[in-house]
């Protein structure tokens, strides 16, 4: 009695393992007709499942680790297909929107260089209160509120605000001699603070909804009250640098992805000799 047991036992285990074995190739037949598909998220999904619910069928999870590096190397394949089908057209925009741009960049210390609206270049600003905005080589835009004056107002932050009642701000911006600067010259105060990236992408973004429509008043805030308004030449140096900055950071992003999918095939390639 125990040895029939025990001989029906290794049946049922043999006749289980069998059709575990059945499963999980019928499965990975599935991932491979996703990739053949270009169905690359599907297919890593099914892919995973093997791992995870065949774990014992380890000659069918080696078969899946194969196709997963062919489909990740098809993701990257698509990618720089994306990448090369943009760029040109991004790059051709670039073109367009540089003009109006002063490029600067000292080869001594700068790495990165900027676009600078031609009105809003420091040479032609001197010994006054405004506010000044450019971006990077690699898209990230800036903005700077510059004060003048004879007593300083120890300002961190900037308030964009219309007669309707809508406003945005920036992030207050402690002191600390390089974002938030002040000096004396000759009796008077010049202080600069600087908005980078997403804190100045408020106050921007506000710029480019209303700044046509109704007129825009700038307040120093977290000293001493100070405003301004923005005049005309000053909206469209901020729309045109905000423009400028989008193209910027698009080529950036498609060209680092482009370079990590190159590289990753590379590494794949290695692997599937």
Request: glycine share 8%.
């Amino acid at each position: 009695m125990y040895k029939y047991l025990l001989y029906i036992g290794i049946i049922l285990c043999f006749l289980t393992g069998c059709g575990e074995g059945n499963e999980a190739q019928k499965r990975l037949d599935e991932a491979h007709s996703l990739y053949e598909n270009k169905q690359f998220v599907a297919a890593k999904n099914a892919i995973d499942s093997i791992h995870i619910v065949y774990p014992r069928e380890i000659a069918v999870r080696k078969q899946a680790l194969t196709l997963m590096r062919r489909v990740e190397r098809g993701e990257c394949e698509q990618n720089i297909a994306y990448c090369d089908s943009l760029l040109p057209v991004c790059n051709s925009e670039l073109v367009n929107l540089k003009k109006g741009f002063v490029f600067e960049k000292n080869a001594d210390y700068d790495v990165i260089g900027n676009y600078i609206w031609s009105t809003m270049t420091v040479e032609r600003n001197v010994e006054r209160s405004y506010i000044r905005c450019g971006v990077n080589e690699e898209g990230e835009m800036y903005m700077a509120s510059v004060y003048y004056g004879s007593a300083p107002i120890n300002h961190t932050g900037l308030h964009f605000s219309t007669g309707t009642g809508t406003f945005a701000e920036t992030p207050n911006i402690p002191y600390d001699g390089g974002t938030n600067y002040r000096f004396k010259d000759m009796g008077n105060t010049t202080e600069v603070v600087t908005y980078k990236g997403d804190h100045c992408k408020s106050i921007a973004n506000f710029v480019m909804i209303v700044g046509e429509k109704e007129r825009i008043k700038a307040t120093y805030t977290g000293g001493k009250t100070f405003s301004l308004y923005l005049s005309d030449s000053d909206k469209k140096a901020i729309c045109a640098t905000y423009e400028l900055a989008n193209v910027l950071s698009a080529i950036n992003t498609m060209e680092k992805e482009k370079s990590k999918s190159e590289i990753k095939i590379m590494l794949l390639d290695q692997k599937l000799l």
